[in-house]
C-alpha cells in the first residue's frame, strides 16, 4: 500500500510543481506587461516635458527654421479689464504669466504643440487603462499562484517523509 501511496505522491508533487511553475510564468508575464506599459508612460512623461526648440536642426538648410509668417506680437496688458485682484478669463496680462520661460513664438509649433498634448493626453488615458487591467490581472492570478507554490511545497514534503518512512522500512 505505501508503495501505491509513494507513486500517487510523486505524480500528485510533479503535477503540483507544473502547476507552481505555469502560474509563476503568468505572474512573470503579467510583470513584464506591466513593467513595459509603466516605462511607456515614463517615456511618454519625458517627452512631453522635453523642452520645444522651433529651430531647425544643424543638417536642415537654412531657411527651414524660418516660418513664413511673422512672429507674433507679446500681448500688452489691457488696463481696466477684469477687476483688480481677480484673473479675468482672457486676460493678455495672466497669459503672458502662465506662458513657459520657452514661449513659443511660430504658430505652426504652436499648433504642432497642442496637436502632440491632445495625443499624449490620448495615449496615457489608453495606457493607464491598460495598467489597471494589467494590475487587475495581476491581482487575480496572485492568490492562484500561492496557493500552487504552498502545494508544491506541501506534497515536496510529504513526498520527502513518505520516501524517508519507506527507507526506514526497509533498512
Known sequence: MSGRKMTALG???????????????????IARARARLLSAIR??????????????????????SQD??????MPQPVVGQG??????????????????PQAITNPAMMAAHLRFGR????????LNQRLARVS????ERRPAAARAVGQ?????????AQARRLRAKQG
Open 11 to 29: 505524480q500528485l508533487s510533479r503535477l503540483a510543481v507544473l502547476k507552481r511553475e505555469i502560474e509563476l510564468a503568468r505572474l512573470a508575464d
Open 43 to 64: 517615456e511618454l512623461d519625458e517627452a512631453e516635458r522635453a523642452p520645444l526648440n522651433d529651430t531647425a536642426p544643424p543638417d536642415a538648410p537654412p531657411d527651414a
Open 68 to 73: 513664413t509668417l511673422p512672429a507674433p506680437p
Open 83 to 100: 477687476h483688480a485682484g481677480t484673473d479675468a478669463p482672457g486676460d493678455p496680462a495672466q497669459a503672458c504669466a502662465d506662458a513657459p
Open 119 to 126: 495625443w499624449a493626453d490620448a495615449q496615457r488615458s489608453l
Open 136 to 139: 487587475a490581472d495581476w491581482l
Open 152 to 160: 508544491a511545497s506541501v506534497l515536496d514534503r510529504l513526498t520527502s
